[in-house]
Structures are given as structure tokens and as C-alpha cells.
């Protein structure tokens, strides 16, 4: 049974930072691309950074370069989302998603909040 358990979300000071972890289970992590999305209310869930199976390659939203980060421990079977000086406007539920040439898996989200 595949699984996508995201964690480490919660609320944060603008300035702050998060880490999110995505444990996968059922599915050949390392040959997955592994990627962050996110969803504000009233807007379309958007892709935030990916990460190819072996980590080489990384690609970031422009709205997120230089402030998060992507990576990978193939040997744990986790993805992680190092979020570093957050705005409001990253405020979302963020979403892992497990992804190859023919299927594409989702976790439930876990919920960041940046106010004050």
C-alpha cells in the first residue's frame, strides 16, 4: 500500500523557518521523482520544488529560490522541505507528491501558517 506522510508543519513567525519531512512507503522511492506543492485558500495548488531520484537535480518555484530547500535520504525513504525566512504569503497546505512515467502518488498535507 503506498503511503505519503507529511510532518512538520504548524504555525511560524514571518522570518521564520519550518522543516517538513514526506515518509513514502510502498513504492520504489529512489526511482521517483519527489516533489513539494502547495495550496492557499482560493487558489490552485501550486508546485513549489522537485527533486530527481538520486537528488542531482533540483528545480525551485521563483517565488521560493534562495529561501527553501529540497532534498532527499533515499536510505530513509523521506523528502524533505527546509523553509527558511517565510512570508505570509507561504502560508498554504503543503503537499509531497511521489511521481514516475506512469503514476503519481499524494500525501494528505500538512498545514504551515505564517503570522504574527
Known amino acids: 500500500q503506498v503511503q505519503l506522510v507529511e510532518s512538520g508543519g504548524g504555525l511560524v513567525q514571518p522570518g521564520g523557518s519550518l522543516r517538513l519531512s514526506c515518509a513514502a512507503s510502498?513504492?520504489?522511492?529512489?526511482?521517483?521523482?519527489m516533489s513539494w506543492y502547495r495550496q492557499a485558500p482560493g487558489k490552485e495548488r501550486e508546485s513549489v520544488a522537485s527533486?530527481?531520484?538520486?537528488?542531482?537535480?533540483?528545480n525551485y518555484a521563483d517565488s521560493v529560490k534562495g529561501r527553501f530547500t529540497i532534498s532527499r535520504d533515499n536510505a530513509r525513504n523521506t523528502v524533505y522541505l527546509q523553509m527558511n525566512s517565510l512570508k505570509p504569503e507561504d502560508t498554504a497546505v503543503y503537499y509531497c507528491?511521489?511521481?514516475?512515467?506512469?503514476?503519481?502518488?499524494w500525501g494528505q498535507g500538512t498545514q504551515v501558517t505564517v503570522s504574527s
Open positions: 507528491k511521489g511521481q514516475n512515467y506512469i503514476y503519481n502518488y
Open positions: 510502498g513504492f520504489t522511492f529512489s526511482s521517483y521523482r
Open positions: 527533486i530527481t531520484g538520486t537528488g542531482g537535480i533540483t
